[in-house]
């Protein structure tokens, strides 16, 4: 089984809220008649597979991937007001639930508006009790505010209840204003973001209080698996690294899963080498302009791994994960 953990999907309830708004997205069209979302420093355009659960089949089926995990992107509903963002979350969730209900190419996470927190344990509840969702995409900062600060604890701990499987994905980077020129913010931006997140979560204690929570990090982890050495050196060297946790930051950092939206063999064979075979994740960023499942597709199947590895990555690891057969 092929399974593509990281792909993205604004369904078109989604689309219709933010242009009948109000909304503090903005949503205009390219000569091609394609949606371009615009938010602060960034904007998406919305190809068809972006937007069409039958084209996206179609493409699915060319490549031969038998599943994809769809979750929500950038700007994510928290750029919006909290009453908005908890209306858009419940739309959004709702179409994603129908998808893997009523098609047999999908899985997938919820989104949560993040920037109500109470809102956001209770979308989480019902994503899992009642929309059968296996836990949700969250975002790398939260309008500024880290996933570590104590405004998220009530939503951790229903995670870790619940046993959810929570991804982050980057979103608008900290310092996003020296990130303008050269796509910047995405190429470099949201790797750092994501990297920050995931080491402030540990070194914060979430996982260890939280232990039945399953963290996946997008795109290889960013640099956690390069740099996860010196985060070990920094709870060596600096009490306030040990403050919140009693052992390694690399062995919870370890536990962690990685998607492989980094299509280089020598960066997936350190995160091999770093959190295990069965800890890694075939992803293609589809259908963004930087994704590419035939990439995907060919970065795993030239991995020197065992076959029983390789089926791991191409898809059994993420079908252990999310519960399914």
């Given at each position: 089984?092929?399974?593509?953990?990281?792909?993205?999907?604004?369904?078109?309830?989604?689309?219709?809220?933010?242009?009948?708004?109000?909304?503090?997205?903005?949503?205009?069209?390219?000569?091609?008649?394609?949606?371009?979302?615009?938010?602060?420093?960034?904007?998406?355009?919305?190809?068809?597979?972006?937007?069409?659960?039958?084209?996206?089949?179609?493409?699915?089926?060319?490549?031969?991937?038998?599943?994809?995990?769809?979750?929500?992107?950038?700007?994510?509903?928290?750029?919006?007001?909290?009453?908005?963002?908890?209306?858009?979350?419940?739309?959004?969730?709702?179409?994603?639930?129908?998808?893997?209900?009523?098609?047999?190419?999908?899985?997938?996470?919820?989104?949560?508006?993040?920037?109500?927190?109470?809102?956001?344990?209770?979308?989480?509840?019902?994503?899992?009790?009642?929309?059968?969702?296996?836990?949700?995409?969250?975002?790398?900062?939260?309008?500024?505010?880290?996933?570590?600060?104590?405004?998220?604890?009530?939503?951790?701990?229903?995670?870790?209840?619940?046993?959810?499987?929570?991804?982050?994905?980057?979103?608008?980077?900290?310092?996003?204003?020296?990130?303008?020129?050269?796509?910047?913010?995405?190429?470099?931006?949201?790797?750092?973001?994501?990297?920050?997140?995931?080491?402030?979560?540990?070194?914060?204690?979430?996982?260890?209080?939280?232990?039945?929570?399953?963290?996946?990090?997008?795109?290889?982890?960013?640099?956690?698996?390069?740099?996860?050495?010196?985060?070990?050196?920094?709870?060596?060297?600096?009490a306030e690294c040990r403050q919140n946790i009693s052992r390694a930051p690399s062995?919870?950092?370890?536990?962690?899963?990685?998607?492989t939206v980094n299509f280089d063999q020598n960066c997936i064979e350190?995160?091999?080498?770093?959190?295990?075979?069965?800890?890694?994740?075939?992803?293609?960023?589809?259908?963004?302009?930087?994704?590419?499942?035939?990439?995907?597709?060919?970065?795993?199947?030239?991995?020197?791994?065992?076959?029983?590895?390789?089926?791991?990555?191409?898809?059994?690891?993420?079908?252990?994960?999310?519960?399914?057969?």
């Open positions: 089984m092929k399974i593509d953990f990281h792909n993205h999907y604004y369904p078109p309830q989604y689309l219709a809220a933010v242009k009948k708004g109000p909304a503090k997205v903005r949503m205009d069209y390219d000569a091609e008649g394609n949606p371009r979302l615009h938010y602060p420093g960034d904007y998406n355009i919305l190809v068809p597979g972006h937007r069409d659960l039958d084209y996206r089949e179609g493409v699915l089926k060319k490549h031969g991937v038998d599943k994809q995990v769809i979750t929500f992107t950038t700007p994510g509903t928290h750029f919006e007001e909290p009453a908005t963002a908890v209306e858009m979350a419940t739309h959004i969730n709702d179409a994603f639930a129908a998808a893997v209900r009523e098609r047999q190419h999908f899985l997938s996470l919820a989104t949560l508006p993040l920037n109500d927190p109470a809102a956001s344990v209770r979308e989480l509840e019902r994503a899992m009790k009642t929309l059968g969702l296996p836990g949700a995409m969250v975002f790398s900062n939260v309008n500024g505010v880290a996933l570590a600060d104590k405004v998220y604890e009530p939503l951790w701990q229903k995670a870790n209840e619940l046993g959810a499987v929570i991804y982050i994905h980057p979103a608008h980077p900290l310092g996003v204003e020296a990130m303008e020129q050269y796509w910047l913010m995405p190429l470099v931006g949201f790797l750092m973001d994501t990297t920050l997140a995931a080491a402030h979560l540990v070194f914060a204690g979430v996982p260890e209080r939280f232990p039945k929570i399953k963290w996946v990090l997008c795109h290889m982890g960013g640099a956690v698996p390069y740099l996860a050495e010196r985060f070990d050196r920094g709870y060596e060297a600096f062995t919870y950092l370890k536990q962690m899963y990685y998607d350190l995160a091999i080498k770093f959190a295990g075979a069965g800890h890694i994740l075939a992803g293609s960023d589809y259908p963004h302009q930087i994704g590419s499942i035939p990439k995907m597709l060919d970065a795993v199947s030239r991995l020197p791994v065992s076959p029983a590895e390789r089926e791991g990555i191409a898809g059994r690891n993420a079908a252990n994960l999310l519960g399914v057969g």
